[in-house]
């Protein structure tokens, strides 16, 4: 079974950090890229960020360049987003992706599997 979780949202100041978790079952997890893609309110899905398998090669939106950072830990099967300096502009539901590749890619409909998606607003 396919399965992505999402973790770690809420409601924060302009500012302050949050770290978002993704836990995958095993299927959606092995030996794929990884990503985070986030949607705000009229807005298109977006790409955030996308991890490799091996984890040494990642790819970061560059509206948040400097700012997040992801990172995978196999031991767990899951992956993290580390947001930093948070922005309103920051403010949108953000989903977990998975994709059946190795081969980093940002366009959302080249991901296979995809999580519920956990809220993230950041107030001025």
């Known amino acids: 079974q396919v399965q992505l979780v999402e973790s770690g949202g809420g409601l924060v100041q302009a500012g302050d950090s949050l770290r978002l978790s993704c836990a995958a079952s095993?299927?959606?997890?092995?030996?794929?890229?990884m990503g985070w893609f986030r949607q705000a309110p009229g807005k298109e899905r977006e790409f955030v960020a996308a991890?490799?398998?091996?984890?040494?090669?990642?790819f970061v939106a560059n509206s948040v360049k400097g700012r997040f950072t992801i990172i995978r830990d196999h031991a767990k099967n899951s992956i993290y987003l580390q947001m930093n300096s948070l922005k309103p502009e920051d403010t949108a539901a953000y989903y977990c992706?998975?994709?059946?590749?190795?081969?980093?890619?940002?366009?959302?409909?080249?991901?296979?599997?995809w999580g519920q998606g956990t809220q993230v607003t950041v107030s001025s």
């Open positions: 991890i490799n398998w091996s984890g040494d090669s990642t």
């Open positions: 992706a998975a994709r059946n590749s190795i081969v980093l890619r940002t366009t959302p409909d080249t991901y296979d599997y």
């Open positions: 095993r299927r959606a997890y092995s030996n794929n890229v």
